[in-house]
């Protein structure tokens, strides 16, 4: 390998060490899109989910105990504070799934789907990813699918569905990536800082003749399959032409709509010190919150979901050294604090997160990039020793540009699922109208107040 | 689609009562199939029935065969770059329905297909360029042949096998032509864009099985399906070139591929040592050891070293129950005995361990200086499989055994029997707040969530198995006194009811039923199929690949013989015209 080309692949040692910030200047100038950052552009929407496992010690811990404006962080949420008015609390939704459970809570989380049939069916980032490349200005990546590795699933399920909450049409799991240095080559393949234009351009023409070729023969191979391997080689065909889209952006010169990320950088705040194996959960939350920040604020994707944690994730942060399920399960002395602290952790990263999204201008030089984005997070269950699936702990952030009005906590009362609510989202974001998501969306949420 | 197991779909049914979750078969799990299982006999096995070979649709590389296969063709030094971790069913890596193609699966394809083609022409390992024409002068012609000689061995087969699907070279060769559509780069831009794009075809990434009219794979898809389960990685020229529809002929490439020279100086394959690795690496949960944590103020001993030890031992002695027919030291041992055995070997830090808290080298069971296991004496506590300290580590908790995942082990490993996963709101039951720091031992503990009884149902099968194996903690040592300092009772029983004391007892009574043959026979058709034998039938496939294994006598050679012989593995189902 050239030494360009080692730049290129920067090591992941390199990158959760800190050296993330070699992210520089010109690197980014260079894919940055000709236009410049217009007065009074129309910033993009951005649909983001934000998965944690195994729910929460009781919802009494996290539901606030006023409603309106005037809610007060309760234990749960108090790291929530700073963040408050741009925060919704949603209270009284339902997920899908099939019994209180974690494997269907997990696969039902964005699909809506109640398993009765034996079927799951695409989860919504991935309509409303599909909705975003129809449009003339369609970011580079249709969309990203992030989360530590998970390695513990199988002792508690089907993976196939707890590692994943990201489904395609046909409802095969859309893998995530699970090493955040991946993900930050990934959003500008790989392109080095030192590169020229035209270098990047000349290795991004001939990137492009591989992936042609190969979508050439994929394409008529398909056609020439039977019913079983052909459903399986859709999702080559589907890859391919999603790294097409990619590459082609990258070489025409950056993302999708006129935005300048030449001010882009890692974001502050992190601690991205290197720790030794087993205590690096932390620097990869904060790498991979930085990775999603990047790619946001660069226009190089609008739709993200992010698995925090998993059922098999060691909280050795805090101490802890058995699985989360275990913390959150059965009879054991000091669970319910220890839960509590996890829990609290996790709703301290998210608050982090959405201040990284906060202090990102967005294309209008006015609003920030979380003021035009949501973020849906939430857990597979509730109450991580009940499983339930109704009164699920639910935080809406942003403000959909306009569309939300952040800050508030809401009850719901009538039954409404995720379903309903991603509906209600979808249709904001330009989803055409669907009179059904999923088994369990009807279209019950008309409004957020 | 996505199809939804049937084990866990079988597993919401459960609810009170009921605890059903034969793997693949959904038979009950608290009784045997048929017959007494305590008498071993083939007689009580189904057998018979109707089956299938079945379908495995279109099947990717695992990334340790991609990796695999890149190395041992091109010699690369490289790196794998960036390949997801690959999903898992029924325990291993290489079920078709856990391995899905994503866009960061062609980046990473990409990317490594870039570095290896880099390194192919800075360096070339393995001296393929060197054989090349020279085609920078020598214009399209020589060109051409290299991009097909290249795809040829990439892809597995010979371009004039493709069938009705055709080999879709001139795609490929279109790249490097002086006239095509790269006309306008290099020669070695030409070329390399040429070889990239042959490493991220479909045709490498994924397994193309041909079949006929009747569902008999051709000799290519074959080489590919023993390969790949002989060597983790593609077939040599000797197996591409063999007529592997000749039973004959398919048995001498197995043997070809597993043991080189003869009688004494006999040894295994370096590739097919993959297989004694991976094989029970994944079937026994080996891999979870390195990278296991105990907690160190209760387990001081405890160290990566140690860990890796362990599942040596244990990779070791399932070596040597493969065995090589005609080297005297390593003869085949039949599969049973892989529960009682009392050979084996370990490192001086293992023997330490063992020796502890065991006291004497011969109570503990090991020949202090050489390493050599000897669990002959009666004093030993230890005996085959069960009780090695891999096995007692990875079923293990941080601080404390865990009964309930031994007992797990025992019946998924081994009798392929799943209890599904606790019914959700039963924890509900359980005192939230209860502060359980009483003295009382497992058994008390266990007990109590035994009384309820929706937990009952499956914790009834599992508890007392492993309670049975109190007598180890979860770094595998041999105690007397649990972690409370009570007195442990090894008392056990097996889900059909039968009583025993201690793991010796247990592992002399799963050595006589019949259904450790058939699990272990369903293990490794798992593995070598590619899909769970979970379909109409494979209750009757896996009775007869028992029967042709040779029943209870069988060895792991006669087991993995008789899957690379079957139906299962030399044809698919026909699609219906």
Redesign the interface.
């Known amino acids: 390998m050239s030494i360009q080309e080692r730049v290129l692949w920067l090591s992941r040692r390199a990158f959760l060490g800190g050296a993330g910030t070699l992210v520089a200047l010109p690197f980014l100038q260079s894919l940055a899109p000709r236009r410049a950052r217009a007065a009074g552009a129309t910033p993009p929407k951005r649909f983001l989910s934000w998965y944690w496992a195994c729910g929460i010690p009781a919802i009494g811990d996290w539901k606030p105990t006023t409603y309106g404006m005037n809610w007060q962080p309760s234990m749960l949420l108090t790291p929530l504070a700073p963040m408050k008015n741009k925060v919704t609390v949603l209270s009284g939704l339902k997920n899908a799934g099939h019994g209180p459970d974690h494997t269907y809570g997990t696969g039902a989380f964005l699909t809506g789907s109640d398993f009765a049939n034996g079927k799951i069916n695409q989860s919504i980032d991935q309509v409303i990813a599909d909705s975003m490349q129809a449009a003339p200005s369609k970011p580079p990546i249709h969309s990203m699918q992030l989360g530590p590795l998970d390695t513990n699933c199988e002792p508690f399920g089907n993976c196939g569905f707890l590692q994943n909450v990201s489904f395609g049409p046909t409802g095969t799991p859309i893998t995530k990536e699970t090493d955040a240095q991946n993900a930050f080559n990934r959003l500008f393949m790989g392109a080095s800082p030192m590169a020229s234009d035209p270098a990047i351009k000349a290795r991004q023409a001939l990137r492009k003749s591989v992936l042609d070729a190969v979508n050439k023969d994929a394409t008529s191979l398909s056609g020439l399959l039977g019913k079983d391997d052909k459903a399986r080689f859709d999702e080559y065909l589907t890859s391919v032409r999603k790294v097409e889209d990619q590459v082609s952006a990258i070489g025409a010169g950056g993302g999708g709509t006129a935005m300048s990320c030449s001010g882009a950088k890692m974001p502050n705040g992190l601690t991205m010190t290197a720790k030794p194996v087993g205590d690096l959960l932390e620097s990869e939350i904060n790498a991979f919150t930085s990775v999603m920040a990047l790619a946001l604020q660069c226009d190089m994707t609008r739709v993200i979901s992010f698995m925090m944690t998993a059922g098999g994730t060691k909280y050795a942060p805090m101490g802890y050294t058995d699985y989360h399920l275990g913390i959150t399960h059965h009879g054991v002395s000091d669970w319910q604090p220890k839960f509590r602290t996890v829990v609290t952790w996790i709703v301290t990263k998210f608050t982090q997160f959405l201040q990284q999204l906060d202090a990102i201008k967005d294309v209008d030089g006015v609003s920030s990039i979380l003021d035009n984005t949501v973020v849906f997070c939430s857990s597979e269950i509730s109450d991580g020793n009940r499983h339930n699936h109704d009164d699920m702990p639910v935080l809406l952030a942003g403000g959909l540009g306009g569309i939300i009005k952040p800050g508030q906590h809401i009850q719901f009362s009538k039954g409404e699922y995720f379903a309903d609510l991603f509906m209600w989202i979808a249709k904001n974001m330009g989803v055409p109208p669907m009179t059904k998501f999923g088994d369990t969306g009807t279209g019950k949420i008309a409004s957020l107040v | 689609?996505?199809?939804?197991?049937k084990l866990?779909?079988a597993a919401?049914a459960v609810g009170l009562g009921a605890c059903s979750g034969q793997i693949g078969s959904g038979g009950a799990a608290g009784a045997p199939p048929t017959g007494d299982p305590g008498s071993g006999g083939t007689g009580s096995i189904p057998n018979g029935g109707p089956y299938t070979p079945g379908?495995v649709?279109?099947k990717r590389l695992t990334k340790v065969e991609y990796d695999n296969t890149v190395r041992d063709w091109l010699g690369s030094k490289l790196p794998a770059?960036?390949l997801?971790?690959d999903?898992?069913?029924g325990?291993f890596d290489t079920v078709?329905?856990?391995l899905?193609?994503?866009?960061?699966?062609?980046?990473?394809y990409?990317?490594n297909?870039e570095?290896i083609v880099?390194?192919l022409f800075a360096t070339d390992p393995a001296g393929i360029k060197k054989s090349w024409c020279d085609y920078t002068a020598a214009g399209d012609a020589c060109a051409t042949k290299i991009v097909t000689d290249f795809a040829t061995r990439a892809w597995r087969r010979p371009m004039d096998k493709w069938g009705?699907?055709?080999n879709?070279l001139s795609?490929?060769t279109?790249?490097v032509s002086a006239t095509g559509?790269?006309a306008a780069?290099t020669a070695d831009?030409r070329l390399?864009?040429?070889l990239?794009?042959i490493l991220?075809?479909?045709?490498f990434?994924?397994r193309f099985e041909l079949a006929d009219k009747t569902g008999q794979l051709d000799t290519y898809s074959v080489a590919s399906r023993l390969s790949y389960l002989l060597w983790s990685s593609a077939p040599d020229e000797a197996l591409l070139s063999a007529n592997l529809l000749d039973p004959m002929v398919l048995e001498e490439q197995f043997l070809r591929m597993q043991v080189s020279g003869k009688g004494a100086s006999a040894s295994y394959v370096p590739k097919f040592q993959r297989f004694l690795t991976r094989f029970p690496d994944l079937w026994l949960s080996l891999d979870q050891l390195p990278?296991l944590?105990r907690?160190a103020t209760v387990f001081p001993g405890f160290s990566a070293e140690l860990a890796s030890d362990m599942r040596a031992e244990t990779l070791d002695y399932f070596s040597r129950f493969m065995g090589m027919a005609d080297n005297p030291q390593y003869p085949h041992h039949a599969l049973t005995e892989i529960l009682t055995a009392s050979f084996g070997m370990v490192t001086p830090r293992l023997a330490d361990h063992y020796c502890s808290v065991d006291g004497t080298a011969a109570a503990c069971g090991i020949k202090s200086a050489s390493g050599e296991v000897d669990l002959t004496k009666a004093a030993s506590p230890r005996l085959g499989l069960l009780t090695q300290a891999s096995i007692m580590t990875v079923t293990g908790?941080?601080?404390r055994t865990a009964p309930v995942?031994r007992g797990?082990w025992v019946l998924e490993k081994l009798m392929c029997q799943s209890p599904p996963?606790?019914p959700?709101?039963a924890?509900?039951q359980?005192?939230?707040?209860?502060?359980?720091?009483r003295m009382i031992s497992q058994r008390q503990r266990l007990a109590e969530?035994r009384v309820n009884p929706s937990c009952a149902a499956c914790h009834n099968l599992m508890d007392p198995i492993g309670l049975g194996l109190e007598n180890y903690d979860a770094i595998g040592r041999y105690r007397t006194r649990d972690e409370s300092g009570m007195a442990i009772d090894a008392a056990g029983a097996l889900p059909d009811g039968r009583a025993f004391q201690g793991a010796k007892e247990l592992s002399n009574m799963l050595a006589a039923d019949s259904r450790l043959g058939s699990c272990m026979i369903r293990q490794l058709a798992t593995n070598a199929t590619g899909r769970l034998m979970d379909a109409a039938g494979d209750e009757n496939l896996v009775a007869s690949l028992l029967a042709s294994a040779g029943g209870k006598s069988m060895t792991m050679q006669d087991a993995l013989r008789a899957v690379v012989l079957s139906e299962a593995f030399r044809r698919r189902t026909a699609?219906a015209p």
């Open positions: 689609m996505f199809p939804i197991r866990t779909v919401l379908t649709p279109l770059f960036d997801p971790e999903g898992r069913e325990g078709y329905s856990a899905q193609v994503s866009d960061i699966h062609l980046i990473a990409q990317k297909a570095a880099d390194e009705a699907i055709g879709g795609t490929y279109d790249l559509s790269l780069q831009d390399k864009t040429a990239q794009s991220i075809s479909p045709r990434i994924y990278g944590t907690d908790a941080e601080t995942r797990r996963p606790p959700a709101d924890t509900a359980i005192q939230k707040t209860q502060a359980d720091t969530h699609e």
